[in-house]
């Protein structure tokens, strides 16, 4: 059974950094691609950042300059950098792999808030 495992979330000031991690388990292949979404409240999920089997990454415009998406190929696990933290990251945030077009899972989430 594949299961996904958010940590690293908190209370931060704006400014300020925090890494999410991902572990997942179940997983025997690192031939998928794993990204993060987050939702703030009172809005939909939205994406966030990707990366490819392969390590090809893509952002979300609005955080592109600020975090940085990272994975470990042995541990099946996928991290967030998040630099620079403004008040409008603040949204729980949920790890995603997708094992192929049809097959994805989504972990249980990890909040972030930024304020001061």
């Known amino acids: 059974q594949v299961q996904l495992v958010e940590s690293g979330g908190g209370l931060v000031q704006p400014g300020g950094s925090l890494r999410l991690s991902c572990v997942a388990s179940g997983i025997h292949s690192s031939n998928n691609h794993m990204s993060w979404y987050r939702q703030a409240p009172g809005k939909e999920r939205e994406f966030v950042a990707i990366i490819s089997n392969r390590g090809t990454t893509t952002y979300l415009d609005s955080v592109r300059e600020r975090f940085t998406i990272f994975r470990d190929y042995v541990k099946n696990s996928v991290y967030l950098q998040m630099n620079n933290l403004k008040p409008e990251d603040t949204a729980i945030y949920y790890c995603?792999?997708?094992?192929?077009?049809?097959?994805?899972?989504w972990g249980q989430g990890t909040q972030v808030i930024v304020s001061s």
């Open positions: 995603k792999i997708m094992l192929n077009t049809e097959t994805a899972y």
